[in-house]
């Protein structure tokens, strides 16, 4: 009962990653807020989760609206009186070539894959951990936060920010207790990544092909890293940007993974 007790946020919780950590936490005790833009997904998953004995709260609001995210973060401390873990994993892809992505589309893009993880920070760290001088945040970026995918100028730009943002909030929190990771997931099976397969299927085959453990993770994988990350079981762990990967990165990008020999 790694979060009994606690108070833990997950934005995106709807779907795919945030979902899959919003149960796993609220089946080790945590008493989980489930955020989403979509009210439906935000019903459904703290039924689910009140359905198998756990604790949830539903907060229906788009996290790069910051009025919405300041007045959420008022109502979670009016209610619970405070907010120990925050997982910022709400983001969306943009697929567009530089030339063809409009100014509207990068706006989305940073707005809710960057924007929103400052917004819930800041409201979150002034509200409740720096006066408690206690409290971890886990920040869902991606593997695009450490190198490009094409056509992804503006994902690729707002998962390297929330990836700098970490880093610096770390440097800035750390004094106050206040524990802060990226968790950078590889290619993951969510409604995200089979919309996005739908567009670029051979590119998918492809990108299936050079992860060395051999197979894209599921969402349960990168929960249990998100909740590793969240709890005390990492105590020491700060400032970290965590690769959940099957080994895509390790690889040399000039390289192709050949048949393993036959073992003796
Ligand atoms: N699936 C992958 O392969 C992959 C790889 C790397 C990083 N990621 C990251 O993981 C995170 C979760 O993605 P996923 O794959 O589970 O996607 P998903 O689409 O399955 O889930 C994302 C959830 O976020 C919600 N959401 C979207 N915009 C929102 C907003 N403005 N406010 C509140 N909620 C909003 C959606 O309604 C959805 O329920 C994202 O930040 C994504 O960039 C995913």
Redesign the pocket.
Same mark, same amino acid.
């Given at each position: 009962m790694r979060f009994k007790e606690q108070i833990v946020v997950v934005?995106?919780a709807? *779907? &795919?990653?945030?979902r899959a950590a919003a149960e796993l936490i609220a089946s080790e005790g945590g008493q989980v807020v489930v955020? !989403?833009?979509?009210p439906a997904?935000v019903d459904a998953v703290v039924e689910r989760i009140r359905s198998q004995g756990g604790q949830a709260f539903p907060l229906a609001?788009?996290?790069?609206d910051e009025v919405a995210v300041r007045s959420g973060v008022d109502a979670i401390i009016d209610r619970h009186g405070r907010v120990d873990v925050l997982v910022n994993?709400? &983001?969306? +892809?943009m697929r567009a070539s530089g030339h063809a992505l409009s100014s509207e589309q990068w706006r989305r893009a940073m707005a809710?894959?960057l924007d *929103?993880v400052f917004f819930w920070c800041h409201a979150v760290a002034t509200r409740s951990m720096l006066p408690r001088r206690q409290g971890v945040i886990g920040n869902?970026a *991606?593997?695009?936060g450490m190198v490009a995918i094409p056509n992804g100028a503006a994902y690729v730009a707002s998962?390297h920010a929330v990836v700098g943002l970490t880093k610096a909030l770390a440097l800035d929190w750390g004094p106050y207790n206040i524990r802060i990771n990226a968790l950078c997931?590889? +290619?993951?099976w969510? !409604?995200? *990544?089979t919309a996005d397969r739908e567009k670029n299927p051979e590119m998918f085959v492809e990108r299936e092909r050079r992860i060395p453990l051999g197979h894209a993770a599921e969402?349960i994988e990168q929960a249990e890293a998100i909740a590793f990350l969240a709890s005390a079981q990492s105590s020491a762990v700060h400032g970290l940007i965590m690769n959940v990967d099957g080994g895509n990165l390790a690889m040399h990008s000039g390289t192709t993974l050949t048949p393993p020999p036959p073992l003796a």
């Open positions: 934005t995106g709807g *779907s &795919g990653i945030g955020n !989403d833009i979509d997904r609001a788009d996290v790069s994993n709400a &983001g969306i +892809m809710v894959n *929103s869902v *991606s593997l695009a998962k997931p590889g +290619m993951t969510t !409604d995200l *990544s969402p």
